[in-house]
C-alpha cells in the first residue's frame, strides 16, 4: 500500500474545526467533572438543562437546534431527564402534535446549583485574559459563528 503524496495534508494543529473541538471538549469535560460526579448528568444532558434553563417551553428539536448538537443524541438526553423527574414533557396547547419541556423543580435545583459553578470556570478562565482580549475574543466568535451560517448556507441543502 503507498501513500498518497499529493493529497492535501491536514495540519491539525492549524485546522480550525479541530482546534475548536478539542478545545471545547476540554473545557466542556472540565466543567462536566463537577456535575457529572454530583448529579450524574453527562454534557449532553447538561447542555439541555442549561438551555431550558435559560429558555423553557422548547421542544426537543428546537434544543437541538440552539445547541448545534445531534438530534438523536438530545432526544436521548431528554428521555433520560425526563425519566429522572429533571425535565418535564408537555403537549403544546396550540398543536397537539408538539411537545415542550422544561425543567421540573427537581431539574431547577440542579440547574441552579450546576449554573454558578460553571460560570465560576468559565470566570477561572477568561481571568487570564485582559478585558480587551476577552472582547476580542467574543467579536471574533460572533463573526465566525456568522461565516460558518454563510458558509454551511453556501454549501446548499445536505
Do not use: C
Request: no cysteine; net charge negative.
Amino acid at each position: 500500500m503507498s501513500l498518497n503524496t499529493d493529497a492535501a495534508t491536514l495540519d491539525l494543529e492549524h485546522f480550525l474545526p479541530y482546534r475548536l473541538s478539542v478545545l471545547s471538549n476540554r473545557v466542556s469535560g472540565a466543567i462536566a467533572r463537577v456535575y457529572s460526579e454530583r448529579f450524574a448528568l453527562g454534557v449532553t444532558e447538561w447542555r439541555v438543562m442549561a438551555v431550558l434553563g435559560r429558555y423553557p417551553d422548547l421542544s426537543a428539536g428546537e434544543v437541538a437546534q440552539r445547541t448545534a448538537m445531534d438530534k438523536v443524541a438530545v432526544s436521548r438526553a431528554v428521555a433520560g431527564l425526563v425519566d429522572a423527574g429533571r425535565v418535564e414533557r408537555e403537549t403544546h396547547d396550540d398543536d397537539r402534535r408538539r411537545s415542550v419541556l422544561r425543567l421540573s423543580a427537581a431539574g431547577r435545583a440542579i440547574h441552579d446549583e450546576v449554573a454558578p459553578l460553571a460560570l465560576g470556570f468559565e470566570k477561572r478562565l477568561l481571568d487570564g485574559m485582559a478585558p480587551a482580549e476577552r472582547d476580542v475574543l467574543f467579536r471574533l466568535l460572533d463573526r465566525l459563528d456568522e461565516l460558518e451560517l454563510q458558509a454551511e448556507a453556501d454549501l446548499g441543502p445536505a
